[in-house]
């Protein structure tokens, strides 16, 4: 039997803070969350209180440099060793926060978008050069515990909410249909505790609230950008 329908509620209080300082964009979480991703400087799974956006332009990266190695370091520079990062050339004030509840469960997610290096999944164009690029960053964060297994399959419905959002904005880029960009990054967090879900799909309170998030945010974010063009 189908669950009765009820619209989600929208616009719930964040379980952190974010602060946005430029260069620097900063979720901070009141205890530690466990997250995943493929940030450069904490990638994988990982125990975390705070995610952090750097923004940057082509005179901030040594070419003698690692972009990873130059960028932990200005993480530490600013106590944020710990932190997840990601960087972006995309104005930081410019970032969407959504929130969205599905049946007693929260979730809230911070997006940074640019689309100038655009691309297909599977079919990939010219590298662009940095002062060209852009890139999607996404941290979504959900009320409730999660195993490490239903994590990976919420981050799973981040990078498809994001797509679907941008594929119906219809933006293109060299006469296709961009999904997404070449240096996209995710984080998905939730908290610790006892008895967590060990599903996150789309049949889930967990994966809707996710879905929802997502999609609102990042078709927010583009709209933003588009707008700018």
Do not use: K
């Not at 616009?11 to 997250?35: K, S, Y």
């Not at 419905?157 to 990054?185: H, K, M």
């Amino acid at each position: 039997m189908n669950r009765a329908f009820s619209p989600p509620r929208r616009d719930t209080a964040a379980p952190f803070a974010l602060e946005c300082a430029p260069p620097w964009l900063t979720v901070h979480f009141p205890a530690p969350q466990r997250a995943v991703s493929w940030s450069l400087n904490r990638p994988g799974l990982v125990d975390t209180r705070s995610v952090a956006w750097l923004q940057v332009s082509n005179a901030d990266l040594p070419a003698d440099r690692a972009p990873a190695e130059w960028f932990t370091e200005r993480l530490a520079s600013v106590g944020l060793s710990e932190a997840v990062g990601m960087m972006t050339a995309r104005s930081i004030a410019r970032f969407e926060l959504r929130s969205v509840e599905i049946e007693g469960v929260e979730a809230h997610c911070v997006v940074t978008l640019g689309l100038n290096n655009g691309e297909r999944v599977g079919a990939r164009i010219a590298q662009p050069r940095f002062h060209e690029a852009g890139t999607v960053n996404i941290m979504c964060h959900v009320s409730t515990p999660l195993t490490d297994a239903a994590l990976l399959e919420a981050a799973s419905l981040v990078a498809q909410a994001r797509t679907v959002a941008i594929v119906e904005a219809g933006y293109r880029r060299a006469d296709r249909i961009v999904t997404g960009t070449g240096t996209d990054c995710i984080v998905m967090a939730a908290p610790h505790g006892s008895a967590p879900a060990a599903f996150a799909g789309m049949h889930t309170a967990v994966g809707e609230a996710v879905g929802a998030c997502v999609m609102d945010a990042t078709a927010a974010a583009l709209e933003a950008w588009l707008s700018e063009r």
